[in-house]
């Protein structure tokens, strides 16, 4: 999940601190270091990506994605946060990468800190679990995974009545499973960068 690093458009809360040209250059580094990470495993036949990206029309979107390297990609579309997940999940369910990889798994592109691990660790909890959760030091999550298992069920389960950028979204998420029988892990904790303080956090 991509947003394209327009100036004065991203990561408006950081530019607050380090304005504006700077705020946008770290959402692209960002965002470049997230998929070199998610390429190192599709090189190796792990996974496929799909870029989702918002903030850009489609010929520019096929640009930027030629640019990364990545050949699939879709545009968020409008609505919130758990709407443009949904989406998503339905654009891949449809393509050919789902017929290769069974699995699903969203991530965001705000993680300096992110590496090959979460992912090798992501696709290894799968194999045991239905839901895969990174929680953030927001109450977020920086990544959400799906089984195969539940993904053939309701697909509105995990977005509904959430109230996105409060500080219990991942506990929302949770308990909007509680009438299934469903197994879940969590990955470690990471903390988003969207503030200056954020940033203060890892020093």
Not at 146 to 166: C, D, G, H, Q, V
Not at 178 to 187: A, C, E, P, R, T
């Amino acid at each position: 999940m991509a947003k394209w690093h327009a100036y004065g458009r991203c990561k408006t809360r950081l530019s607050k601190n380090i304005g504006k040209i700077s705020s946008a250059n770290v959402q692209r580094k960002m965002t470049e270091h997230t998929v070199l990470v998610a390429r190192s495993l599709e090189k190796k036949g792990l996974i496929d990506i799909s870029l989702a990206i918002s903030g850009l029309g489609f010929k520019k979107s096929k640009r930027w994605s030629d640019e990364l390297g990545i050949k699939d990609f879709n545009l968020q579309g409008k609505g919130c946060l758990g709407e443009k997940m949904r989406r998503q999940i339905l654009l891949n369910k449809r393509s050919g990468l789902y017929k290769k990889m069974k699995n699903i798994i969203l991530i965001g592109t705000d993680l300096p800190d992110f590496c090959h691990i979460d992912l090798l660790n992501t696709l290894q909890k799968l194999k045991t679990n239905d839901l895969i959760l990174g929680p953030s030091n927001d109450g977020g999550y920086w990544l959400i995974a799906f089984s195969e298992r539940l993904l053939s069920t309701n697909l509105y389960l995990p977005f509904i009545n959430i109230k996105w950028r409060k500080e219990n979204v991942l506990q929302q998420t949770i308990n909007n499973f509680s009438s299934m029988v469903l197994k879940y892990d969590f990955l470690q904790s990471k903390i988003d960068i969207d503030t200056i303080s954020d940033i203060e956090k890892r020093e």
